[in-house]
């Protein structure tokens, strides 16, 4: 059984620039949540993706949007960078329809933004 | 709103010490409540959950909704425990997956 993936490790981005990240989720996993962790802290939800409709959203502004496709792969995407969006930014799978299953987290894409 | 407020940025135990990483929380539901740990070099993962009420690698962790807590627990610490430690909440039986995660706990277990 494969793992949550995420690509690419890390990236450095320039301020006002655009970003794309993206997740593999498990197999059988039909359920992506998005996460950033800023240096320090905990990690902060930024949405989740269930069969491929953003179906919950934390407190991030519009700038950060996201896909999941036919295979519940899932995109995040950041616009107009900010110099705070450097962080590392974590990818979740589980099978939905349930909170009780389990998240499984995959190893993060590292953001520098200069 | 849901807030995880963990005290300790760190903790340091000698082997073979109790343990007790703390996590208190506010929220105005009811609450599920987790542990999740990252070794070195290794991705987040659940260590336990509130509802399923196991041990997990000798550790446990009690909900006290009164003193709205959720303290981690081991009586006798491991080398092997060392790592973050981060107390996370989310709405009991709800749909989406957002968890709400505190700032962390370093556990540094020493000889």
């Known amino acids: 059984e494969t793992g949550v993936t995420q690509s690419p490790t890390h990236l450095i981005k320039t301020r006002g620039q655009q970003v794309t990240l993206r997740c593999s989720s498990q197999?059988?996993?039909?359920?992506v949540s998005w996460y950033q962790q800023a240096l320090g802290q905990g990690p902060q939800f930024i949405f989740q993706?269930?069969?491929?409709?953003?179906?919950g959203r934390g407190n991030f502004p519009p700038r950060f949007s996201g896909l999941q496709f036919p295979n519940y792969s899932s995109e995040l995407n950041v616009n107009a960078l900010e110099l705070d969006d450097s962080a590392l930014y974590l990818c979740?799978?589980?099978?939905?329809?349930?909170?009780?299953?389990?998240?499984?987290f995959g190893p993060g894409t590292r953001l520098t933004v200069l | 709103a849901q807030r995880v407020t963990q005290p300790e940025k760190l903790l340091s135990v000698f082997k073979g010490a109790p343990v007790e990483l703390k996590c208190n929380y506010s929220?105005?539901?009811?609450?599920?409540l987790f542990w999740y740990v990252q070794y070195s070099r290794q991705r987040l993962q659940l260590l336990l959950r509130?509802?399923s009420r196991e041990s997990i690698k000798g550790f446990t962790a009690d909900l006290n909704k009164g003193e709205t807590s959720f303290h981690l627990k081991k009586p006798f610490a491991q080398e092997e425990d060392s790592a973050m430690y981060y107390c996370?909440?989310?709405?009991?039986?709800?749909?989406?997956?957002?968890?709400?995660f505190g700032t962390g706990t370093r556990l540094q277990v020493t000889l």
């Open positions: 979740a799978s589980r099978k939905g329809g349930s909170s009780y299953n389990e998240q499984f």
């Open positions: 197999s059988g996993h039909n359920t």
């Open positions: 993706y269930y069969r491929e409709e953003e179906n």
């Open positions: 929220y105005s539901g009811s609450p599920e």
């Open positions: 509130h509802i």
């Open positions: 996370a909440l989310s709405a009991l039986g709800g749909t989406a997956s957002k968890l709400t």
